[in-house]
């Protein structure tokens, strides 16, 4: 799956994303970071210690900032941020 995003990013068209999304707070850009390293909802509030809920406030709200509907476009907005490396 690494190889197949990184592909991808590597052969897009450059669009306009920021080095990194503005207006993220520190956790949802910590949370983005976990979701594009293929971490989920439970594992990301265990890693946080922090409830379900609350991570699935934080993800909607960041889906929001940045323009995205699911967790593989998020990925993407990840990669093209240079927030996370194929391989991390």
Same mark, same amino acid.
């Given at each position: 799956m690494t190889r197949l995003i990184g592909t991808f990013v590597r052969a897009s068209r450059p669009r306009a994303v920021p080095a990194e999304p503005a207006g993220l707070t520190g956790r949802e850009r910590e949370i983005l970071v976990l979701i594009a390293r293929g971490r989920s909802t439970p594992e990301i509030a265990a890693d946080l210690a922090v409830s379900p809920s609350t991570v699935?406030?934080? $993800?909607?709200?960041?889906?929001?900032?940045?323009? $995205?509907?699911?967790?593989?476009?998020a990925v993407i907005v990840a990669y093209e941020a240079a927030l996370v490396q194929p391989g991390e």
């Open positions: 699935k406030n934080h $993800v909607t709200s960041l889906f929001a900032k940045i323009g $995205v509907r699911d967790r593989a476009q």
